[in-house]
């Protein structure tokens, strides 16, 4: 079955560009694991017991703070283009790395705050407005993604896929949905940030690449909503037809 089977052949071009965009989320953790080498084994092992334990509560806290400074930081600081994003989150993740653990640590809820600024951006650029409650809900969802060390095309699928209701929920409830799978994205992270002698290196490229990731997933979340809307047909075929047009590509 080809993408012209699912969906119009008018909305091919636009299914092909957000193909190509999810073909390059997951290109980008390539770049981290090619620096790491061998060391890229189990990540989340090198990981302190005692982080790992606390590991999703730091994050949810740092959804928290994400969700409190972007917001906030919306009526006094316009939204950046992406390569500025990714410079700015680069240099951050490279003085945490420096550091080891303890300061990768204490950058997490600032990564996290650009990050999501950065996909708040990305909504605006699709005509939404980040602020309007139901949106800014669908910024947390594409932190359910399965994040740029995970070869899991299935994971990224799935999130685009998922039927969540999100009129009636609350931020909390949606964080607290993201917050599980976030944890072990940003876990691995935290982890090549302190790989020994990498540090620094480390932590700007893995910067560098969840950045490029979450900008380019939430280009296309963002992207299937408005073809849907403007198109006329469900979200569900569109997302079917995605994934028929991931596979048609080499």
Not at 49 to 67: C, F, G, H
Not at 123 to 147: N, R
Not at 232 to 249: M, N, P, W, Y
């Amino acid at each position: 079955m080809t993408t012209t089977d699912l969906v119009p052949r008018a909305y091919d071009a636009q299914l092909t560009a957000l193909a190509r965009r999810h073909e390059r989320a997951g290109g980008v953790g390539l770049q981290v694991l090619n620096i790491l080498g061998s060391q890229a084994e189990n990540l989340l092992e090198r990981l302190p017991d005692r982080v790992k334990d606390r590991l999703e509560s730091a994050t949810t806290r740092a959804l928290e703070i994400a969700m409190r400074a972007a917001s906030s930081s919306r009526r006094s600081v316009p939204d950046q283009q992406g390569w500025l994003n990714t410079a700015l989150t680069t240099a951050m993740g490279a003085a945490g790395g420096a550091g080891g653990l303890p300061t990768a640590m204490a950058e997490l809820p600032v990564t996290t705050t650009v990050l999501l600024r950065a996909i708040q951006g990305i909504a605006a650029e699709h005509g939404y407005d980040a602020s309007d409650p139901e949106i800014a809900k669908e910024c947390l969802l594409v932190f359910g993604s399965a994040g740029p060390l995970e070869a899991d095309d299935g994971a990224d699928m799935a999130f685009l896929s998922a039927r969540v209701t999100l009129t009636g929920a609350t931020v909390h409830g949606i964080i607290g949905r993201v917050a599980p799978r976030l944890a072990t994205v940003l876990g691995q992270k935290l982890a090549a940030q302190t790989v020994p002698i990498l540090g620094a290196a480390a932590g700007a490229a893995t910067n560098y690449a969840y950045t490029s990731y979450y900008q380019e997933m939430a280009q296309v979340h963002f992207g299937l909503k408005r073809l849907a809307e403007d198109s006329g047909q469900s979200r569900d075929a569109l997302v079917t037809a995605l994934r028929a047009k991931i596979a048609e590509r080499p």
